[in-house]
């Protein structure tokens, strides 16, 4: 798996801010791998068949696992859903704060429950046929 | 079509026609594949066809989770070397992946979703399989772990 330098930045990142790496797994095709770093929040950095994904969970659920528009409608600002891994890293980066105070206890279930809602309506523009 | 025996060491070819290690030769569409040495009929292992398990079932889904699934019930995935793929442009990998969904769907498989159609990543392979299967009229089931054909109850 061939990391590029914008993700690179990333791992730099989320080492300066305090999270250390869980794991890291390559896989046998495409070049697909997953880097995994948690203290408080999770970040998974995905290579899916080339394509590069940046995602954010909290420790109380750790399988639910948010993309960056998700996480970036969720505070408030708005954007394309498909963004390239500057874009994402961007976001991870700029609004790091606010993504962390986001899984914070006391709101974590009520941002579980709006990050949930907004999947679904970004669905159901994604695939009108099946979700109505 | 007609056998010849040739005595002493050859050169063989291992042939991908179509990213797949089995295809049709000649007018008679004479059904071949990939053998290991004085072991008729045993196939070769191969690294780079997109699919090469027959158990009715395909994964489809993210890196991992269509990986861990599709291991874990031994059931057949798109998948391609990561040499042969980071060659191909994007249109060649789109006709590849869609070559591969033709023969699920061809093949009448069960497709397993092993993530949620609602959680497609933006801007992902999978999300792309998605609605090209929603083109041909497959829809989630209510539990969302598979797709249902179309005309199926």
Request: net charge positive.
């Amino acid at each position: 798996m061939e990391i590029p330098e914008h993700i690179r930045q990333v791992i730099g990142f989320l080492e300066s801010v305090g999270l250390s790496r869980k794991a890291m797994v390559k896989g046998n095709g495409f070049g697909s791998g997953v880097i995994t770093y948690q203290n408080g929040v999770r970040v998974r950095i995905v290579n899916d068949r080339g394509d590069w994904f940046i995602e954010v969970s909290d420790l109380r659920q750790p399988n639910e696992w948010y993309d960056l528009a998700l996480l970036r409608d969720l505070l408030g600002d708005s954007g394309p859903d498909v963004l390239g891994a500057p874009e994402q890293a961007a976001i991870l980066t700029s609004r790091w704060d606010a993504i962390c105070s986001v899984f914070e206890p006391a709101c974590a279930a009520e941002s579980h429950r709006r990050l949930q809602r907004l999947r679904e309506e970004r669905a159901k523009r994604w695939f009108p046929t099946w979700y109505k | 079509m007609s056998i010849t025996s040739r005595p002493g060491l050859q050169a063989v070819y291992n042939l991908e026609i179509d990213l797949e290690h089995v295809y049709y030769v000649s007018t008679s569409a004479l059904l071949v594949h990939n053998s290991y040495p004085n072991t008729p009929g045993k196939k070769a292992p191969s690294a780079s066809a997109p699919a090469k398990r027959a158990t009715g079932i395909t994964v489809l889904g993210h890196y991992p989770e269509y990986v861990n699934v599709s291991e874990a019930m031994g059931a057949r995935r798109f998948q391609i070397p990561e040499s042969v793929w980071n060659r191909m442009t994007d249109a060649e990998r789109w006709a590849a992946n869609q070559k591969f969904l033709d023969r699920t769907i061809a093949h009448g498989d069960q497709i397993i979703l092993a993530t949620p159609a609602g959680n497609a990543r933006p801007g992902s392979w999978f999300k792309r399989e998605l609605e090209y299967l929603m083109g041909k009229g497959y829809r989630p089931s209510a539990d969302g772990t598979r797709l249902i054909p179309p005309g199926a109850p």
